[in-house]
């Protein structure tokens, strides 16, 4: 389980069962079983637009997170701001909706991703939508 906690991007199931048990045959129930423990204590957070596992960068927090996903390199950046938890949480309670799932997940292009794109740019030229979400 380790290898999700230091791992800097998301992995997957598959992907975790490949790197705990490389040339091993998988034993996908212990592998689920881990995550669902890992998942129960905060540690790590299922994406699910990505259906990827990544671990928790704060494990003080209260897990109403919000994910920032790169649709190009596939990073994903951990925030949690309060003032969106409070307003998700209001949310909730006006509409009398009992939240499971708090975290917000957005998906983008990341700071590096798009610096390494103005300069694909600078030879190809041009992305408008690009230049306007920066
Ligand atoms: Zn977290
Ligand atoms: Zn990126």
Redesign the pocket.
Known sequence: MEHLLTADQPLSAYDLLSRLRPGDPPAPPSVYRNLGFLLEHGLIHRLETTRAYIACRHPVHSHSAQFLI?R??G?VVEASDDHITASVGALGQHLGFALELCAVELRG??A??QSQHRCEQRHQGGDQAFTQSA
């Open positions: 790169c190009r390199c990073s292009v990341c590096r991703c």
